[in-house]
């Protein structure tokens, strides 16, 4: 599809107003012709005047009618395009938030941080500058220049050939330099997109520059960028001077050229005075939105790039929300001959098969990388196997209702976010039903977060984030806790979720857990194996297989990955 038809897609899609549309169409014609009365009436007055030797009354008052007319339609023409324009804008970026937060995840681990972002804020305010800011330069230009052209030409053919061979020398002179000033916005849109994902990320990562002494670095790099930005506005502001001088000589000796050749067709008699003023005024209305075009085809080739932008956005295929929507409760969790990997060379798992019982603690062990925070995002079903399944229910886990598989799952990572807000809305964050009291107040005191909780000024609602205070890595991973058994959910993923915490914590939170666990399907992964030795079973997984499996006393005695780990873990805290 090229550039512009992904324009008009986009602009199709957001479904302006037909009454809007057809009541600005019709102002707009209303108003060109107005503008085209305007120099015949003042033709008429001094024609009269140099008839009688004093203006018409009836006349004066016709020609400011005219003019308080084109004024007030030009501002309803101004209004009725910002409304156009904005609604479009309203619906566009609606559209793109709506579809960028359906996308599968794996779309993310490819986009930089901040350009979904700048496609719903920036890329929508171009598009929305063409149709409200430049819509009514190009249409009113446009009838204005070729209404004049045809009144010019009744109006005296031979001034008006004069003025045709100036007008298109200066186009022909312009030409080549807009076509580069295209090239140029197009590079410094690009680049500033680029350094804004990049300053979005650094920023976000502020403590890892400091930690690690980036700063000179990073200013260099930020400096080499801002440079090249600078060269390229620069050699687009060359070029707008250059043209800009141009355009002016090309537009004044053009004028000097009617002029001379007007006035001395007045002089000769072949020439009235009036229609001599009038045709410099038809001749403005030509010049003027000459001018204004050019601006307009800046703006269109820039909504062009963020046209094809949004929609290559809008064109990614979302989640399929469809799917059976079962129970998970008492279901047990069969891993079927599952292969996946995230690039095609590199393979996380190559024929997995395990099981998770219904009501069981199962645990997953293995050094890091080893998959499993991916079995976890397979589990919820953030990714395609390449082949095998996972089956619930007897159905492939593929096949699910995403949303209601997700809601009866309480995933704890091993860093879990927070957001802006009250840690009451961090806690019912994407509440599924109402939440009351007293599962609140269970899940606090399930997660310890009850003593908390107390020392907090504004209790639960305390603001947490940028605004608020900042929580420890253990107070994060409680609330995240207390946030996933808020859901109740039949299958409890944690992924490492105690890995951050000092062991005083851990040990609370195993408690915590036992409770927890309760009626629900457990998944634990764990490189810190005393949160796992008690788990009914215990997966150890190296190299994208199982090695073995059992509970701490078999796999102690079979399978040295498992003892090698234990040992590990012990070396380490005799010599803490
Ligand atoms: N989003 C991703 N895109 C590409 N590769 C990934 C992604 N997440 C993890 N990986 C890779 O997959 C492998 C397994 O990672 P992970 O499941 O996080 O391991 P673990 O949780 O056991 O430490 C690693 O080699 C890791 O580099
Ligand atoms: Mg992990």
């Not at 003042?42 to 030797?53: A, H, R």
């Not at 670095?217 to 506005?233: G, H």
């Amino acid at each position: 599809m090229n550039n512009t038809s992904s324009l008009i897609q986009l602009v199709r899609r957001t479904r302006p107003s037909r009454l809007l549309l057809s009541t600005l169409v019709l102002f707009t014609l209303f108003s060109s012709v107005l503008g085209l009365l305007v120099p015949l009436q003042t033709k008429k007055l001094l024609e009269e005047l140099g008839e009688n030797g004093h203006f018409s009354n009836e006349q004066v008052v016709i020609l400011i009618m005219v003019l308080v007319f084109s004024a007030v339609l030009a501002g309803l023409m101004t209004y009725i395009m910002g409304k156009i324009g904005n609604e479009q804008k309203l619906k566009l970026r609606g559209d793109l938030f709506q579809h960028l937060i359906r996308l599968p995840v794996s779309f993310f681990d490819n986009t930089r941080a901040g350009e979904p972002a700048n496609r719903i804020v920036k890329d929508t305010e171009i598009i929305e500058n063409l149709v409200s800011e430049q819509s009514v330069s190009f249409i009113s230009g446009v009838v204005s220049l070729f209404g004049s052209f045809i009144i010019l030409w009744f109006l005296d053919w031979q001034m008006t050939l004069v003025m045709l061979g100036a007008v298109t020398a200066s186009f022909l002179i312009i030409l080549p330099f807009s076509v580069r000033l295209t090239e140029l916005s197009k590079s410094l849109q690009d680049t500033e997109a680029s350094m804004l994902g990049r300053l979005t990320e650094l920023f976000a990562n502020i403590r890892l520059l400091r930690a690690q002494g980036a700063e000179k670095i990073e200013a260099k790099k930020n400096n080499n960028e801002l440079k090249s930005l600078y060269k390229t506005a620069m050699s687009e502001h060359t070029l707008l001077a250059t043209m800009g001088a141009l355009v002016n000589l090309v537009i004044m000796a053009s004028i000097v050229l009617v002029l001379g050749f007007g006035a001395s067709r007045v002089a000769n008699g072949a020439m009235t005075l009036g229609a001599f003023v009038a045709f410099i005024m038809f001749l403005l209305n030509i010049v003027l939105p000459m001018g204004q075009l050019s601006m307009v085809v800046a703006a269109f080739n820039k909504a062009k790039g963020a046209a094809v932008r949004i929609n290559e956005i809008l064109a990614t295929t979302p989640e399929n929300e469809s799917g059976h929507t079962i129970s998970l409760t008492d279901k047990s969790i069969y891993v079927r001959n599952l292969s996946f990997s995230y690039a095609d060379d590199k393979p996380v798992f190559k024929s997995l098969n395990c099981e998770f019982l219904s009501g069981k603690t199962t645990a997953i062990v293995g050094p890091s990388g080893v998959g499993k925070s991916t079995l976890f995002a397979l589990l919820q079903g953030f990714y395609q196997a390449r082949r095998g399944y996972i089956e619930i229910a007897g159905l492939n886990v593929e096949e699910l209702d995403r949303a209601n598989l997700r809601a009866q799952i309480g995933y704890v990572a091993q860093e879990s976010p927070l957001l802006c807000g009250t840690l009451y809305e961090n806690l019912v964050y994407g509440a599924y039903e109402a939440i009351d009291d007293e599962q609140l107040q269970h899940a606090i005191a399930t997660a310890d977060l009850a003593e908390f909780i107390a020392t907090l000024p504004d209790g639960l609602n305390t603001q947490i984030g940028e605004r608020g205070i900042t929580l420890s890595g253990g107070q994060r991973q409680r609330v995240a806790l207390a946030r996933a058994l808020l859901k109740d959910p039949a299958l409890l993923l944690l992924d490492e979720a105690t890995a951050s915490l000092d062991s005083q914590s851990e040990a609370a939170i195993q408690i915590a857990l036992k409770n927890a666990k309760k009626g629900r399907t457990t998944i634990i992964a764990a490189h810190r194996l005393s949160t796992v030795m008690d788990a009914d079973n215990i997966i150890v997984i190296n190299k994208g297989e199982i090695e073995s499996q059992g509970d701490h006393q078999y796999l102690m005695q079979h399978s040295s990955l498992y003892q090698s780990l234990v040992n590990k873990q012990f070396n380490l805290q005799a010599a803490s």
